[in-house]
């Protein structure tokens, strides 16, 4: 039997956000594809069935008590190293990236599904780790082994925006927890040397470009820095109150890259301007501070620990995307949750959702 107060503390500002920002990513997707020419259901249908889809895993997700993923953690974890191995050895190749593991029914991305499987892994190895005047190096050695292996294969695909996704969700973590002052000289440190091994052993030549590009667009206008500039001439022209639904001229003349995707908030940005991308940045912003408040009424710390790791995961994936389109980051094909268009990335923050539901709802159960 169903317990009452499942119902009656059911999170409608939750799922009243995500909702918003959802249909206004619809609405993005039909315009950012209305210049496209293609056979079968249009982007934004598919998008809008997505959303459908996840509302409803969202729903199922929230049902089942989060406690269970403790249970089950390390098995998940393992469960998915051996998913990104498979990638690595029979994954299916596109754009010069192997990332995807086709089961004959549907294609899966491993690595995805990663971003939940590393929030729920360390925030059982954090529930049952009480350190004593914040985390030291010692600590961190055995979460950071954990962390190294999926983050590695991550990078072999190679799927750069991914693994560092993961990496930060990770850190955001632990933070939550507290590190001594020691630990965080120390990771400084050794930061320089990392960064050195990823570019020279993990980096392929086009990746590297991205970052030189970042440093200076102009340096290939035609070529690698080409994206980065029409993103900026996309969100720049917008001016105060954009240039109107289905009205602007880089998306509608397709001179923006992956417009649906990775560069949707440049879409939006020219459609909409200043104005509208505030409204749209306001609404992350209160997800965001939903999701802590979650986290801060939260009656037991491993609950706490994933809705800080969900709430990480929306965060770290927003402020990249609009950094990246903006020109404040590399470019390295993080989507915007519930707003660009990808099954994937909706089904994988849709979860997150349902988690943070979960939690929520079970708040006056410990």
Known sequence: ????????????????????????????????????????????????????????????????????????????YGFLILLLVAVLLVGKRSLGATRWLNLGFFTIQPSELMKIVIIVTFARFFNNYHAVGGLSVKDMLFPLGLLAMPALLIMKQPDLGTATLVVLIAISMAFYIGFRWSTIVTFALVTVPFFWFTWSVYMKPYQKNRVLDFINPERSRLGSGYHIIQSKIAVGSGGFWGKGYVKGTQAQLRFLPEQHTDFAFSVFAEEWGFFGTLILIVLYLCLVLW??????????????????????MLFWHTVINIGMVIGLFPVVGVPLPFFSYGGTSMITSMVGVGILQSISMRRFMF
Request: charged share 15%.
């Open 1 to 76: 039997m169903i317990d009452r107060r499942l119902v009656t503390n059911f999170d409608w500002t939750l799922i009243g956000l995500v909702s918003a920002i959802c249909l206004m990513g619809i609405l993005n997707v039909y315009s950012a594809s209305a210049a496209y020419k293609m056979g079968g259901a249009p982007y934004y249908i598919k998008q809008l069935n997505w959303m459908a889809f996840g509302l409803l895993l969202s729903l199922v997700v929230a049902s089942l008590d989060y406690h269970i993923l403790e249970d089950f953690s390390y098995w998940f």
């Open 291 to 312: 999701g802590l408040n979650i986290a801060r009424r939260c009656n037991d710390r491993f609950g706490g620990l994933l809705a800080v790791g969900v709430t990480a």
